[in-house]
């Protein structure tokens, strides 16, 4: 699948691997998109690429997001990577980050969906492509809000697949494990095989042109949770506690 002349609309686009990955396909000669909630990045980011739309605005504000989704039209294609992240354990419930975690990278996801869909099913062709997480395979400690979130995210995609057969549309999840960006800063703990934003970006874009349905990566850290799946529970927490 070429990119080059696609108009790709990339939601989370302001910092990390959005904005990595709009240099990736700004360099595949797409024609993009530009979505986050602050629009001086975007701007920025904008003015470095030398042409892409900029479209601010707040996934967790339904009105915003219908608009924004106007503003789009129908894309070739629509990357969610839209994404919160804070490390938080039950036994230290932190009510307003783990609903903003849900809020910001699934339920934001819905919305989006929800006001881009008819536009995209009305042209009959268009691919969307959802950035899940190797935490979404399975419950990790320390990671409430966030693997739930992520993990509704890529089972979302499953859904999108089925009913979306024979529309035109395609569907992928695109599924990173440690990435080095300011959200990833904030855990104590050792990152297995961590990558920057820039060589994570052409793994998904990679993974967009080669149309698979689900990619996980980096291997051999993608490979453990993706058979950890097999595992039973506790001894897949007993690995990881």
Known sequence: MSLSGKRIWIIGASSGLGAALARALSAEGASLLLSAR????????????????????????????????????????????AGFYEPVEATDWQSEAVVKMADTNFTGALR????????????????????????????????VGYGASKAGLMHLAENLRADLKGTGLTVQRVNPGFIATRLTEKNEFDMPQIMSPEAAAERVVAAIKSGRFSTSFPAPFAWLFTAGRALPLGLWQRIFG
């Open 112 to 143: 989006v969906l929800g006001a881009a869909l008819p536009a995209m099913l009305a042209r009959g062709s268009g691919q969307i492509t959802l950035i899940g997480s190797l935490s979404g395979f399975r419950g990790l400690p320390g990671a």
């Open 38 to 81: 602050s629009k001086e990045p975007l701007q920025e980011l904008a003015g470095e690429l030398g042409e892409a739309q900029v479209i601010p605005f707040d996934v967790t504000d339904a009105a915003a997001t219908a608009k924004a989704a106007e503003a789009a039209g129908a894309p070739d294609v629509l990357i969610y990577c």
